[in-house]
Structures are given as structure tokens and as C-alpha cells.
């Protein structure tokens, strides 16, 4: 059972990666640039799929490919727009590339289902963590031209509930002994979450520089009353391949 679900895993982080570039580029077009939507929701979609099979050289070079479709497609349509290019490879290149290695820590060796726990765990918690504390006691603008609701006390809130989280999901590997979590001391656990939720809020205020320079409050409507797939899941973008190059090699090692 555990090749179908790891396939259907994919095909869930696949769908979730369309939606994304499909919202991605509804913002880009919102500021009156002209990318190559389709060709870049294809090309985007199957750059992060391609994280199933945990190759970074085969991921590169569908990313190479999927780019060299956007250029073709750019060229076929005799857009002269440098904007509507560069911001359709980006698409590609920051939904696609950064939503592969999702799969590509899911795919890890035995752990792979703990590492992507382990990342949504810190992500989301930082996100509920940061919600929270900001309502109640936020005063301290944190980036008020980019995103005046967001506050310091908010993002150190965020931050603490994170490492809540992962020390939580540690005792659980201690006492139950769950195998799928990494093996890690308690000090890479809260490494893990720290850089993670550090990692999560950038993400975060990145995709609201996109938001403001649009003019747009959400990035969809896919989930209402929390606006689009990007506006809950931006943090996992920059977040997921943080876990697999820096905090996974050196918790390992």
C-alpha cells in the first residue's frame, strides 16, 4: 500500500502546484502583463511532479525544459514583453521547482513521510502561531508597506508555537517510537523547526510583495473565508527546500 499512497501523494502535491501557478499568474495579469498562463501552468505542474522519483539532476532538467517551453511559447507569440517573460519562467521556477521537493522529501528513504510531517507541522503552526498571537497582542508593524496586519509579536508567536510543534512530534518519536519521524536529538528537532518557521514567514511576506504590487488582497477563492491555494501554502514553497538541503543533511550527519 505504500507505493499507491506515495503516488497519490504526488498527484495531490501535483494538483496543488496547478492551482498554485494558475493563481499565480491570475496576480501577474492583474498588474496588466501578459505571461504564458498555460504554458506555464504545464510546465510549472510537471516540474513539481517530477519530484517523485527524488533525482535533483532529472527535476533540473525538466525545470531546463519547462523554461525552454515558456521561452518557445513567448517567442511563437510575438510578445516582445521582457515582464511577460520573466515573470512566467518565475512561475515555473517558484511553484514548480520549490513544490517538487515536497515529493522529493517524501520520496526520502524511510523518513519520508516524517520530513513532510515535520515541515507542515512547523509551517502551519507558525502560520496559526503568528494568526493568533497577532490578534491578541500584536502592536509592532512587522512590514507595514508590504503587510500592515502582520506584527513582530505575531512572527515571534509563530516562531514559539512552531517549536512547540516539533519538540511534540520528538516526544512522540521518543515514547511511541515512531520510525516514519527522523531520528534526530531534540536540538535538531528545534533546529529543524527555528530555520522552517524563520524560512515560512519570509515565504509568507514574499507572496504578499506579489499581492500589494497587483493590487489584489487574495490570491484566490479556492478556500473561502482564506483566500487562495498560495495565500495557505505560501511558506511551504521556501520552506521545503530548506529541509532538504540544509536541515536534513546536517540533522543527518
Known sequence: WVEPFRTGFSFFIG??????????????????ISPETIGGILAGTLVALS?????????????????????????VRGSHSVAGLASSVFGVFYIGWFTAHILMLHASA??????????????????????FTGAMIGRHKLAPKVSPQKTWEGAVG?????????????????????????????????????LLSLTA???????????????????????????????????LLLAAPVLYYIVTPLCTN
Open 15 to 32: 494538483a496543488f502546484a496547478a492551482i498554485g501557478l494558475y493563481e499565480y499568474y491570475a496576480i501577474v495579469r492583474a498588474r496588466a
Open 201 to 235: 514567514q519570509i515565504g509568507d511576506l514574499g507572496e504578499s510583495c506579489l499581492k500589494r504590487d497587483a493590487g489584489v488582497k487574495d490570491s484566490g477563492i479556492i478556500l473561502p473565508g482564506h483566500g487562495g491555494i498560495l495565500d495557505r501554502c505560501d511558506g
Open 158 to 194: 509563530g516562531f514559539a508555537l512552531a517549536l512547540a510543534g516539533v519538540v511534540a512530534l520528538y516526544a512522540l518519536r521518543r515514547s511511541h517510537g515512531w520510525a516514519a519521524l527522523p531520528d534526530w536529538p531534540l536540538g535538531g528537532y528545534v533546529y529543524a523547526g527555528g
Open 51 to 75: 519530484g517523485h522519483f527524488n533525482n535533483l539532476v532529472a527535476t533540473n532538467l525538466v525545470l531546463y525544459g519547462g523554461c525552454l517551453l515558456v521561452f518557445a511559447l513567448h517567442i
Open 110 to 131: 524511510r523518513v519520508g513521510p516524517g520530513l513532510v510531517l515535520l515541515l507542515f507541522v512547523a509551517v502551519f503552526f507558525t502560520d496559526v502561531g503568528a494568526y
